[in-house]
């Protein structure tokens, strides 16, 4: 069973960038396609982007295309998330998640906070 650990919130200004990461362990993270989630306060969480796990086709949903990006370092066991021009709605609880296979994703890391102030 793979463990997942977000790690690179913060608060940063509009416009300004942060990158996220999120570390396997217990199992080599090339095994698993990773998804990033959001969740706001008071609203549910929300698909942000998705890398399959060879990395050559990233997904992302639409507020974020252009300002995002997916990347992977299987050697590093790493996903890591880079959010560029960042605003203030970008405000949420991020996670990222694991799936061996389609279907849901079984697998959670603990969410890293990013707070974008205006």
């Known amino acids: 069973q793979v463990q997942l650990v977000e790690s690179g919130g913060g608060l940063v200004q509009a416009g300004g960038s942060l990158r996220l990461s999120c570390t396997a362990s217990?199992?080599?993270?090339?095994?698993?396609?990773i998804a990033w989630f959001r969740q706001a306060p008071g609203k549910e969480r929300e698909f942000v982007a998705r890398?399959?796990?060879?990395?050559?086709?990233?997904t992302y949903t639409d507020s974020v295309r252009g300002r995002f990006t997916i990347s992977r370092d299987n050697a590093k066991n790493t996903v890591y998330l880079e959010m560029n021009s960042l605003k203030p709605e970008d405000t949420a609880v991020y996670y990222c998640?694991?799936?061996?296979?389609?279907?849901?994703?079984?697998?959670w890391g603990q969410g890293t906070q990013v707070t974008v102030s205006s």
């Open positions: 217990g199992r080599t993270i090339s095994a698993y396609s």
């Open positions: 890398i399959t796990k060879s990395g050559n086709i990233p």
């Open positions: 998640a694991a799936r061996g296979t389609i279907g849901a994703y079984p697998y």
